[in-house]
Nanobody, 123 residues
Framework: QVQLVESGGGSVQAGGSLRLACRSN?????MGWFRQPPGKQREGVAG???????TYADSVKGRFAISRDIAAQTLYLQMNSLRSDDTAMYYC????????????????????YGRGTQVTVSS
């Protein structure tokens, strides 16, 4: 069983930055970040595997960076140039599977999710 705990969310003005973290009790091979904007379905943001390969949703390319510190069992999401449409609940995701690269960033590819951390961007 993988337990995931997110932190680092908050309120920020457009153009600002936030860094999310996700602490896990295990080291799953594939991890990712998802988000659910108000009134919308959850969507994939970025994925990474233990080899360091990464995939990003088009909406965040060039602004967000996913990384992981395997020794610290922590996943990160550095978010820069934030926009109002980045407002969402952000979730950490994980699976033991070696997902096909580039990652699809689909919900059903991941088997474990955290409870989420809220990010609110005001314009």
């Amino acid at each position: 069983q993988v337990q995931l705990v997110e932190s680092g969310g908050g309120s920020v003005q457009a153009g600002g930055s936030l860094r999310l973290a996700c602490r896990s009790n295990r080291v799953p091979y594939s991890m990712g970040w998802f988000r659910q904007p108000p009134g919308k379905q959850r969507e994939g943001v970025a994925g990474i595997d233990s080899g360091g390969r990464t995939t990003y949703a088009d909406s965040v390319k060039g602004r967000f960076a996913i990384s992981r510190d395997i020794a610290a069992q922590t996943l990160y999401l550095q978010m820069n140039s934030l926009r109002s449409d980045d407002t969402a609940m952000y979730y950490c995701a994980a699976t033991w599977e070696r997902l096909t690269f580039p990652f699809r960033l689909q919900e059903d590819d991941y088997t474990h999710y955290g409870r989420g951390t809220q990010v609110t961007v005001s314009s």
